[in-house]
């Protein structure tokens, strides 16, 4: 009670509207119960502070419902800290901007530290040496290479839906998640993966990718217990499976990175490749290391592995949860299907996607790019990337009025608020539509500066952006070139509940780390050729 009223007083400085929680919602106990506990409080007190906005997920089932109460500032104080969310597009701005005064909270992202330190998890010194390495295999030779992977693996994924014919059940969610993660690989470690052959080896064995399912699904739980006690003789078989995904991942990248290593010995190896460019960047820092020569540019072999581990958790659940809301949207909407495939048609004709060329076409694809756009307008995979104030006060001005922002203040700019506010986006706010982001010359619409943010913002955006967008656009562009989707009823079910079921499953999210649907392998999705 003595923090949260010490905390209730600082915020009262800051003069703006204050929501208080009884509960931190860092405390480790209340991250694990969260969800059972306010379904309980909900049921049996009615909706109150603490059920809206005590969960991980406040942010995707409020939207800007509180902006529109509190306005464009408000603060939720709890007892450990204080959260300062701003939906004021300028103030979004100067807030990235300052990337030295509203410092990324690194404690907020220890999850991500399995393996070691990486582009996320250091300070804000370190990390420009970190983002300096990582960013550098991201160019255009890598979107190629995802072209002509997402391409593959959009081909490969799609035949076993059609062959999946009137049952519909084709895993919507494990498909495009194989899909992804094998556009990684080609793209990172030179492996193209067969889509049909690795997602049976998903389901059985013990490989790197079952390795890093196993660990992404479970980052909230290792956050709370050590990876040694996972592993501990004492520990009950869930938790050591947990252990064990952690040493197979390791085990196998420290495999690939061997050879990669004898490869580039031999002067073989594609630079673009991310491992050989990571890798060079490690034997740079062993060469420091031993020559003495002043400050460390290159990485540890922690921060390596690290670094690899992010990536291929940042770099595929984000594009297939993007591209399974899109399909599961689009099964709602056939006339966006026909849009999607008008487009592929007048530029492609009948071609088939084997002789798609990307430097040519990639820019002309901007339907499938604005379903994309629109889809992480509604459904961004990270949903909050709050600042942080650390040590120092910072002034901060919201709608021409400035504030004074205390020390040791987590200031969040509330992406799920800006993107779906009718200031910015009009009566049909909450209304997925493609079509709002091409203007009647065609060209894709650009928005207010700070009212569109699914990648981040700064110099800390996300590097993979246009991997992400090469890879999203070949995937819905193959799929929709001859070929439409449609949700199958339950037996005896009705269209419109068929309807309302689809729009369930949308809007119910796994409690995990990204946004993602609960459900979505429980679509029923019938494609067929037309
Ligand atoms: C739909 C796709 C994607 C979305 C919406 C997305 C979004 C984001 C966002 C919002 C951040 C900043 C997070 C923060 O500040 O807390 C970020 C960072 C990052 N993303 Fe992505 N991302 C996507 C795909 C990818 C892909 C394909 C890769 C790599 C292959 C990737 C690699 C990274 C990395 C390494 C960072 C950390 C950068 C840093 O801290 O400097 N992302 N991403």
Redesign the pocket.
């Known amino acids: 009670a003595l923090c949260l009223a010490n905390n209730y007083a600082r915020a009262r400085r800051m003069g703006v509207p204050i929501v208080l929680l009884p509960i931190s919602t860092m405390n480790i106990l209340w991250i694990v119960i969260q969800h059972p506990a306010i379904s309980l409080l909900e049921r049996f007190f009615g909706p109150s502070n603490l059920t809206r906005y005590g969960s991980r997920d406040w942010h995707f089932r409020d939207r800007a419902q509180a902006h529109i109460k509190f306005g464009d500032v408000w603060a939720l104080v709890t007892p450990g800290e204080i959260w300062l969310n701003v939906v004021d597009p300028d103030a979004i701005v100067d807030i990235f901007q300052r990337r030295t005064q509203f410092l ?1 909270p690194v404690e907020l ?1 220890q999850m991500l530290n399995v393996f070691g330190m ?3 998890t250091v300070n804000s010194i370190e ?1 420009k040496r ?2 300096k390495i ?1 960013s550098a295999p ?1 160019n255009e030779l890598a979107n190629n290479i995802a072209w002509a992977e997402s391409l593959k693996q959009a081909r490969e994924m799609l035949r076993g839906w059609v062959q999946e014919g009137s049952n519909g059940n084709i895993g919507l969610h494990r498909d495009t998640r194989t899909a ?1 993660l094998n556009v ?1 690989a080609a ?2 470690f030179n492996r193209s993966y067969n889509f049909h052959e690795t997602r049976t080896s998903e389901q059985h064995g013990e490989s790197y990718r079952v390795a890093l399912f196993t660990l992404m699904d479970n980052s909230l739980f290792m956050q709370l217990v050590p990876k040694a006690i996972l592993s501990s003789l004492f520990a009950p078989a869930s938790w050591k499976q947990i252990g064990r995904a952690a040493e197979v991942f390791k085990e196998y990248m420290l495999n690939l990175l061997h050879q990669e290593k004898q490869l580039l010995s031999e002067g073989k190896a594609g630079a673009s490749h991310l491992t050989s460019s990571l890798l060079r960047a490690s034997e740079e820092y062993s060469h420091e290391k031993q020559t003495g020569n002043g400050k460390a540019k290159g990485l540890t072999i922690n921060e390596l592995l690290g ?1 690899i581990y ?2 291929n958790l ?3 659940d ?2 297939s ?2 591209l399974a809301y899109s399909i599961a949207h689009l099964t709602l909407c056939p006339d966006v299907q026909d849009w999607i495939s008008e487009e592929v048609h007048a530029i492609f004709g009948d071609s088939p996607s084997e002789t798609w060329e990307y430097e040519a076409t990639f820019k002309q694809l901007k339907r499938p790019l604005a379903v ?1 756009y629109e889809t ?1 307008r509604m459904f ?3 949903m909050a ?1 709050p600042k942080s104030t650390k040590g120092q006060q910072q002034s901060l001005e919201v709608n021409g009025s400035a504030m004074m922002v205390p020390p040791n203040v987590y200031v969040v700019p509330s992406l799920l608020a800006v993107q779906s506010h009718t200031t910015h986006w009009g009566e049909d706010a909450l209304v997925w539509k493609p079509s709002r982001w091409i203007d009647e010359n065609n060209e894709l619409v650009l928005p207010r500066k700070g009212t569109y ?4 913002d700064g ?7 246009k ?3 090469v ?2 656009v070949a995937a819905i562009a193959s799929l929709f070139q001859f070929h439409r989707v449609q949700a199958l009823c339950a037996d005896g079910e009705s269209k419109e509940h068929l309807e309302a079921r689809l729009r369930k499953i949308i809007n119910e999210t796994a409690h995990g780390v990204l946004l993602r649907m609960k459900d979505a392998d429980s679509l029923r999705l019938s494609w067929r050729r037309v």
């Open positions: 990324r992202y990486n582009v996320s990390w970190h983002r990582i991201f992804t990684l793209t990172g670094n992010l990536i940042a770099g595929h984000t594009t949860n993007t994309m992480l961004p995979p990270i990337f943010l699914p990648w981040s110099a800390q955006n996300c590097p993979g952006k991997f992400s967008q890879t999203f």
